[in-house]
């Protein structure tokens, strides 16, 4: 048995919180063991003034850990699943998915906004988001609204809301509540509006596939019902052949039996113009098969074109 693991961790607050959770959950299944966390700066992380969709390219958020991971400087990886690519390096893979958070996304507005909820925000009001999934979504719903891109981390992106340079923006849930923000939260937004993108809210571990004692440290962390959904949706991603930075959606969903998973998918043109939606419910055991059914039901609908032009930008 190794006496000591490194956890490979981008260095924002939520990344960190994220691999001291894992962190945690290993400690208390294995309390001799020493964990370590070993922070490493991505591209993603590097470049914060260009649009995402605009740096280009696959794994923006994962490529420096994985390298990392692939040379032995670290044991295992801990990722928000939105940001990992459906294609691993050779060698590498996502051996548990931890247990979901809220998945939808949030709207948060400064203090003591007039606004409450999605429904009152005014007109040509001012919407920040980094996520061209959630443009094309506000957009289809709202064509008034001015979205301006936001990057940065989770705290910054609030910090620049309540300096005045947006009416509100939209974030993932699970960041702001897993960081304890919660209250600032001023409406969860309905799926309706805003489907969540592939894997949000969702930890994933990636490890070394010959990694044996590592991949048996982390089994326990993998939480059953959030693999089968997430798996799905990033099939369905797959089928599509899009990456983290286009406007693709997806949230699977378990039945209260735990016998069936409903699957929603969208794709969107930028301006929200046109958005190609479905659903497909079907038994855990086919889910991705079913993911990959919904994913060319869509292609059939005219998604390819939507995609084409996407990536003709």
């Known amino acids: 048995m190794r006496e000591k693991v490194l956890i490979g961790t981008r260095g924002s607050k939520l990344a960190l919180w994220q691999a001291e959770w894992v962190a945690s959950q290993l400690r208390a299944n294995n ?25 280009g390219g696959k794994g923006l958020f994962v490529k420096e850990i994985e390298d990392a991971l692939l040379s032995c400087k670290i044991d295992m990886a801990v990722h928000s699943m939105k ?140 939480d059953y019902y959030t693999n089968i959904c997430v798996s799905a949706e990033r099939a369905f991603l797959k089928r599509l052949e899009g990456g983290c930075q286009v406007p693709i959606a997806s949230h699977g969903i378990i039945s209260d039996n735990n016998n069936e998973i409903t699957l929603h998918g969208l794709i969107g043109s930028i301006n929200g113009d046109k958005i190609i939606k479905g659903s497909i419910k079907g038994s855990i055991s086919e889910s991705i098969a079913l993911a990959i059914k919904l994913a060319e039901e869509l292609l059939d609908k005219g998604a390819d074109t939507i995609l084409k032009a996407v990536y003709e930008r």
């Not at 370590?36 to 995402?52: A, M, N, S, Y």
């Not at 301006?148 to 509540?177: Q, W």
């Open 31 to 55: 309390p001799a063991l020493k964990i370590e966390l070993v922070k490493i700066k991505t591209t993603g992380d590097k470049i914060t003034d260009v649009p995402l969709a605009k740096v």
């Open 83 to 222: 940001d990992v690519p459906s294609e691993f390096p050779s060698g590498l893979y996502i051996s548990a998915i931890c247990k979901r958070e809220d998945p939808r996304d949030a709207m948060i507005c400064k203090k003591n906004s007039a606004i409450k909820s999605f429904k009152d925000i005014p007109h040509s009001a001012k919407i920040g988001t980094s996520s061209l999934r959630r443009t094309c979504q506000l957009l289809a719903e709202r064509p008034d609204l001015r979205i301006e891109s936001l990057r940065g981390n989770l705290d910054t992106r609030i910090k620049k809301l309540d300096e005045g340079l947006y009416d509100a923006i939209i974030l993932a849930s699970a960041g702001v509540i897993r960081l304890g923000w919660q209250d600032r939260i001023t409406e969860i937004l309905d799926e309706q509006i805003s489907l969540p993108a592939v894997g949000q809210g969702a930890v994933g571990i990636e490890t070394r596939i010959d990694d044996h004692f590592v991949n048996d440290l982390v089994k326990p962390l993998n």
